[in-house]
């Protein structure tokens, strides 16, 4: 995976501070300074290692993280799709890029069975309205679909933050 | 679903950004032009009535060393609940849905090494006797991180 190679190693004091904020930072006036307490640190050292872990990548971001469910995308599509390798980075991007792709990646084949390549996951509020949006995602492929499927979620069967 | 303009405000404008600083909410007061108690009484509101699932920092589980991959399988309907339960048991598991395919069971193994996602895989094809397909993902294209209200 071409975005492993930069891992950077985290010492002692990251993986306190990870472990401290990775369910979520305190609804407090002071949140900081309410991790640092807890953890016995500086609330200088929490605030420069979660600005380095995120100048490094390793967090993604800080704030808040809407739940679509909740907020009427009932309706979720994982949409596959089989394209040529040879064009999946300019095509990924693409797809990527539009407003309603919430996440879009390139995962291994099982031929015969399963030939897509590139997944695009898209939320709406409704089925319809998946559709409608993955149609375009088609038109924007044209020729370069060679065929494609939507998976609907029927069911959250487990839903937990990432632990490390 | 009963939200209020300045909650929209809060999800369209605070999915990422919250700052890194000793005082955050006084920052954001100034952004958001909302009071500071405002919006954490707003943001504490919405987790516990589910329109927010987290708040604060999203950790990229691969840059932090770990392993990560989304995994299918197929599971006769009259097994469904029994795999659901082996499957769910591991705590490497973090998200698991049903899918309306041949493939219907779809979920994210994320490891503290990414050794472990393979002894993960193998452990749940043992018990269960059914394949994991496993798709790490090979390319990562876009991340959207703006989702609008």
Not at chain 1, 53 to 72: A, W
Not at chain 1, 110 to 118: A, D, K, M
Request: charge should be negative; include cysteine; charged fraction near 25%.
């Amino acid at each position: 995976m071409s975005q492993q190679k930069e891992t950077y190693k985290l010492d002692d004091i990251d993986r306190k501070v990870i472990s401290a904020t990775q369910a979520g930072l305190p609804l407090t006036l002071h949140p900081y300074h309410d991790v640092a307490e807890q953890i016995g640190l500086k609330v200088e050292e929490v605030i420069a290692r979660l600005q380095n872990m995120t100048d490094q990548g390793i967090i993604r971001r800080t704030g808040v993280v809407p739940n679509h469910y909740k907020l009427g995308f009932k309706s979720n599509g994982m949409s596959v799709w089989n394209v040529p390798d040879d064009k999946i980075k300019a095509l990924g991007k693409k797809v990527g890029s539009l407003e309603f792709v919430s996440h879009c990646y390139q995962r291994p084949r099982f031929l015969p069975e399963w030939p897509y390549n590139l997944f695009a996951m898209v939320h709406g509020t409704s089925h319809e309205e998946v559709n409608e949006k993955v149609k375009k995602i088609s038109e924007l492929l044209a020729a370069d679909d060679e065929g494609h499927q939507i998976l609907f979620s029927s069911r959250i069967l487990k839903k937990t933050g990432l632990r490390i | 679903m009963e939200l209020h303009e300045h909650d929209r405000i809060i999800i369209n404008q605070l999915q990422g950004g919250f700052p890194l600083c000793a005082d955050p909410w006084h920052e954001l007061e100034n952004t958001l032009n909302i009071p500071a108690e405002e919006i954490i009484s707003r943001i504490e509101r919405m987790k516990t009535e589910g329109y927010l699932s987290r708040f604060g920092p999203m950790y990229h589980a691969e840059k932090m060393g770990g392993g990560l991959t989304l995994a299918a399988m197929k599971v006769d309907k009259s097994r469904y609940d029994e795999v659901t339960d082996i499957v769910n048991s591991f705590s490497e598991v973090a998200h698991n849905y049903e899918r309306e395919h041949e493939l219907n069971m779809w979920f994210v193994i994320a490891t503290e090494s990414p050794e472990q996602v393979q002894q993960v895989i193998s452990e749940i094809e043992k018990k269960t006797d059914i394949r994991v397909y496993n798709m790490p993902k090979k390319q990562e294209f876009f991340l959207n991180l703006k989702f609008e209200v």
